[in-house]
């Protein structure tokens, strides 16, 4: 073991190298061009998953505002990417060598210029203190030494160590994430904006969070956060306070003029379901392209991921899970449900809406469901219901989960343009507008003034003042 320690430190001495933010030695284990190369590969599958928006104007701008941050930045060496990426989700992200990505859904919430630059200013940090890299070391120094404790202990110290490992790497952590921000204020401050704009930025995700933690409760959830370091509100955190103050004191601020386009930039983009996801409209789902019409019962939830449409009831109770997959036999649904379910009762044949459908009752990891399949050209959608709680009776929600599957329909002529995605638009603020009546108006599926709030930085409960310019969903 003297021998294993040795050569541990060994490897940590001769892998160092200075932090180009703090000047400092740190402990990575790859180069600055096995960064890039990094970088490189791990951008070409992050594009292969997640489309780019397509808005030529939208990426020059967010190119353009991230460039001049990244020239303050203590990497200018660096040639930096930003994209947007053409997801709902609350999210922006950076790879090593300078690969950073901002969702639509994020831009979605931000409401000015400075925010804007905050979020890129965060990104950019990340990649000038190697963060990513950091980690990653970290990663492989845990994984030799959990090989070598292995061989020198027996299994259950490898799987020990396994689990530090995992523990270690759970994300940036506090102090990461505090740098990131501290970097992101110097730049943008630098650039000509306020460092309270990564303050303000914080407030908007930290409003987001607490939403997100209700509407999980709802679901019966984990709730999820893009930043998520913050246990109380920003304006509480002793540490992020010290960080902005210092930032005002110790750089000199840019000469930017407070001529904020933001708002005219984002106007018509798209606000949550894309028309290449489907859209949702209160209790019902258009999908242009499938050509295809669900409706869910009032009060219930239609959550739209990437692989699955999820109709959901109140606090998750029940759901029902529907996903589509090639046809790839000739053969009937029956028989297409026969080489994936076994020991099933209730069997139906049907014909939907004029589709070919078969549905049956059956227990699947323990649990009795609903399952069905419908057959539509070349194609077979999948439904699966299942209950949260494995001592409820199906039956309370069975009715439930056959009216979804029956819903199943082609779109009506006067539906197809239901099947066009939502999108903001700017909206000045007349004496008689309050969020609730505005939210009567909007077409936002669920929450409606409570998104309202959100996108335009007033939740949970601030009042509107006449002439102000927020952003409306259509």
Request: net charge negative; proline share 3%.
């Amino acid at each position: 073991m003297k021998h294993l320690f040795l050569s541990l430190f060994i490897i940590c001495l001769s892998n160092c190298s200075v932090n180009p933010v703090t000047g400092k030695q740190d402990f990575v284990m790859i180069s600055e061009s096995q960064e890039i190369q990094m970088g490189r590969k791990y951008n070409a599958q992050v594009l292969k998953q997640n489309p780019i928006y397509q808005d030529q104007s939208l990426q020059d701008y967010v190119q353009s505002i991230g460039e001049s941050l990244a020239a303050n930045s203590h990497r200018p060496n660096l040639i930096y990417r930003f994209t947007v990426l053409d997801s709902p989700d609350i999210n922006a992200f950076a790879l090593p060598g300078g690969y950073i990505y901002i969702n639509r859904g994020l831009m979605a919430y931000l409401s000015s210029e400075e925010e804007l630059a905050a979020v890129l200013g965060h990104e950019i940090g990340h990649v000038t203190a190697r963060h990513s890299v950091r980690q990653y070391s970290q990663s492989q120094l845990m994984g030799v030494l959990s090989t070598a404790i292995e061989i020198n202990s027996g299994r259950t110290a490898g799987n020990l160590a396994n689990l530090a490992s995992g523990a270690l790497l759970s994300g940036y952590g506090r102090d990461m994430e505090l740098e990131a921000d501290d970097l992101g204020a110097q730049y943008i401050y630098q650039e000509g904006y306020s460092a309270q704009g990564m303050y303000e930025v914080l407030s908007v995700l930290k409003d987001q969070e607490v939403y997100s933690k209700k509407i999980a409760e709802q679901r019966g959830q984990e709730p999820k956060s893009y930043h998520g370091v913050f246990a109380s509100h920003p304006s509480n955190d002793q540490r992020l306070q010290e960080v902005l103050n210092n930032v005002s004191v110790s750089y000199k601020q840019g000469e930017k003029t407070n001529n904020d386009i933001f708002l005219k930039k984002i106007e018509g983009m798209v606000f949550g379901d894309s028309e290449q996801s489907g859209v949702r409209r209160g209790d019902e789902f258009f999908h242009g392209s499938l050509d295809l019409f669900l409706s869910s019962p009032p009060s219930w939830e239609i959550i739209n991921t990437p692989n699955t449409l999820v109709f959901s009831s109140p606090f998750g109770e029940a759901i029902l899970q529907m996903t589509i997959e090639d046809l790839n036999y000739k053969e009937t649904p029956e028989e297409y449900m026969r080489r994936f379910a076994s020991d099933t009762y209730d069997d139906q044949i049907l014909t939907i809406n004029g589709f070919e459908a078969f549905t049956t009752k059956a227990i699947k990891s323990g649990r009795m469901t609903r399952m069905a399949v419908i057959f539509k050209q070349d194609q077979v959608f999948q439904f699966i219901g299942y209950l949260k709680n494995e001592n409820t009776n199906l039956s309370q929600f069975d009715t439930n989960f056959l009216k979804i599957i029956n819903s199943f329909r082609t779109l009506k002529e006067g539906e197809k343009k239901l099947a066009k995605p939502l999108r903001l638009s700017s909206y000045k603020v007349k004496k008689e507008d309050t969020y609730k009546s505005l939210a009567l108006r909007s077409s936002i599926a669920n929450d409606a003034e409570d998104q309202l709030r959100l996108i335009n930085g007033d939740y949970p409960d601030k009042l509107l003042s006449i002439g102000r310019v927020i952003k409306i969903v259509k």
